[in-house]
């Protein structure tokens, strides 16, 4: 059974960081893209950045320049490093892989997520 579990999350200053990762363990065969989400309250879940299996990266607008998401292929893990937070990034950040596990086609998985909170 595959899982992603979040970590590094927590309560930062603005203009502070911080470095969330995420590692994807079980049975897996391949893992693809990877990435984060956020869902701030009373908002929609909205993609933060994701980074294909050659290293291609994504990024919303309102983080690029200021969160860097990497990853570590041969660990099935992947971070988001996050500086110059705002109170606006105040959210519940979700880890996302798609990725095969052994015996079954490539599909999406979702960590349960991690809070950040950025007060004003």
């Known amino acids: 059974q595959v899982q992603l579990v979040e970590s590094g999350g927590g309560l930062v200053q603005p203009g502070g960081s911080l470095r969330l990762s995420c590692t994807a363990s079980?049975?897996?065969?391949?893992?693809?893209?990877m990435g984060w989400y956020r869902q701030a309250p009373g908002k929609q879940r909205e993609l933060v950045a994701t980074i294909t299996g050659s290293g291609s990266t994504n990024y919303v607008d309102s983080v690029t320049g200021r969160f860097t998401i990497s990853r570590d292929s041969a660990k099935n893990t992947v971070h988001l490093q996050m500086n110059s937070l705002k109170p606006e990034d105040t959210a519940v950040y979700y880890c996302?892989?798609?990725?095969?596990?052994?015996?079954?086609?490539?599909?999406?998985?979702w960590g349960k997520g991690t809070l950040v909170t950025v007060p004003s």
């Open positions: 079980g049975n897996i065969f391949l893992t693809n893209t």
């Open positions: 996302n892989a798609n990725l095969r596990a052994a015996g079954s086609g490539a599909r999406d998985y």
